[in-house]
């Protein structure tokens, strides 16, 4: 009998690779690995030949080769809505702008008008599938915005999908406050009076409800402007939630300098984003999110200014931006290979991007996001020949089994 409990282990899985990303610039590999769990967190790991003496471990799991990363974090999606809008896919193919089709009263208002019309059920039964989706691939972790129903009525019951989605499934769900997404009809032409509403009557409301991790906005022309914006940074602020932003994805707002000012978790999209706007992002440790398949869908010809990112050591962070009218994809490993290929990041990057920066963007970046003793026990099996196959494929899949706080959770 060993005397250290500490070396009595409810998991253990040997012959296995592990690509910590505990090692900056680096996968951290770890070949001819073991991992042990324990409650739910990493109990150890290390190579399998240093296993230490006297362990004990309830159940024995034979890797047979396979590689384990971190669960994969998809820290920016609008994944809970209803309706469709493939007819604003054809428009822009025929020629319409994203501006044009939202002066029309397409875009975000579309959703609008779609999710508040579907009762909660349906709103959860609409979602499920794309959450489904983003498991399959090994996502452990989710960010899900509210900001398509721009009333106190509808936010609350995307925010409350949001809270079901993570007691139903096996995955960590952030709920994140957007409702400065859009004006609402209603609104027209009272910017500044929605404004009122969103930090005096939703937000502390919604947050003393328990459904509000995170705070967000959409700063850009056809959104707010960045004094509205900092009204609700203000509002956050006040009731101890951290912010982040939908920034320079259309046009430069000084969006990401605001966000760094109130020492933001994240700003995103920054294909807009001024050397002035990393230097402020760097001082506050503010994660770059990029949003690749945004800017695939619609044909963006500017792209973020990675290099001078990397320059200033601004964390890069990686996601799906999963959504009907700009972004509707349901795989971050497909988010992955696009920051590749479009982006220019390395394979290392984009895989930093969905875990250990992803989990920095979310403010959680003390419990997930690397293999490391102590955190939490989200990590995922696969089968492939090297780290950099994650990022490689097109349309694959090579999800193994994912471990969610400890326990087998798929396939």
């Not at 452990?140 to 009525?153: P, Q, V």
């Not at 992002?281 to 800017?295: H, Q």
């Not at 992955?336 to 290392?348: G, I, V």
């Not at 950099?388 to 471990?403: E, K, M, S």
Request: hydrophobic share 45%; net charge negative.
């Amino acid at each position: 009998m060993p005397n250290d409990e500490n070396l009595l282990w409810d998991a253990l899985w040997v012959n296995v690779h592990l690509a910590t990303m505990a090692s900056p610039g680096s996968y951290g590999e770890i070949r001819d690995g073991a991992i042990a769990v324990r409650d739910g967190r990493i109990a150890w790991l290390g190579p399998r030949n240093a296993l230490p003496a006297g362990y004990r471990a309830a159940v024995m799991h034979e890797g047979e080769g396979a590689w384990i990363t971190p669960g994969l974090i998809d820290c920016h999606t609008h994944v809970v809505y209803a309706g469709n809008r493939s007819d604003e896919f054809e428009a822009r193919l025929n020629g319409a702008s994203y501006e044009e089709i939202a002066q029309r009263g397409g875009g975000i208002m579309s959703t609008v008008r779609a999710t508040r019309a579907a009762s909660e059920q349906e709103l959860f039964d609409a979602s499920l599938p794309r959450v489904m989706n983003l498991l399959s691939e090994g996502m452990t972790t989710l960010e899900i915005k509210s900001g398509y129903g721009l009333d106190m009525a509808t936010e609350r019951k995307m925010l409350r999908v949001a809270r079901r989605i993570g007691e139903s499934l096996p995955v960590r769900v952030r709920a994140t406050f957007l409702g400065a997404h859009a004006l609402p009809p209603e609104y027209a032409g009272r910017a500044d009076s929605y404004i009122d509403a969103v930090c005096k009557e939703m937000l502390p409301a919604l947050a003393a409800e328990g459904l509000v991790d995170a705070v967000d906005a959409f700063c850009e022309k056809i959104g707010f402007s960045a004094a509205q914006t900092e009204r609700v940074f203000q509002a956050a602020r006040a009731l101890g939630l951290p912010v982040k932003l939908h920034a320079e994805q259309l046009s430069d707002q000084n969006g990401a300098a605001l966000t760094a000012r109130y020492r933001g978790l994240s700003a995103d999209h920054l294909e807009y984003l001024s050397p002035e706007g990393i230097d402020a992002m760097a001082a506050a440790g503010t994660v770059a999110v990029l949003l690749p398949g945004a800017f695939y869908f619609l044909r963006e010809t500017k792209m973020p200014p990675l290099q001078a990112l990397r320059a200033a050591r601004v964390p890069i962070a990686i996601s799906t931006d999963c959504n009907p009218g700009t972004s509707p994809m349901t795989s971050l490993l497909l988010a992955m290979n696009m920051a590749c290929t479009l982006f220019r990041l390395t394979p290392q990057e984009a895989l930093a991007g969905a875990t250990i920066n992803a989990a920095k963007a979310l403010g959680l970046h003390d419990e997930l996001g690397n293999l490391a003793v102590g955190k939490a026990a989200d990590f995922v099996l696969w089968s492939i020949e090297r780290p950099g196959d994650l990022a490689y494929a097109i349309g694959g899949n090579p999800c193994r089994r994912i471990v969610h706080q400890g326990r087998i959770t798929a396939p």
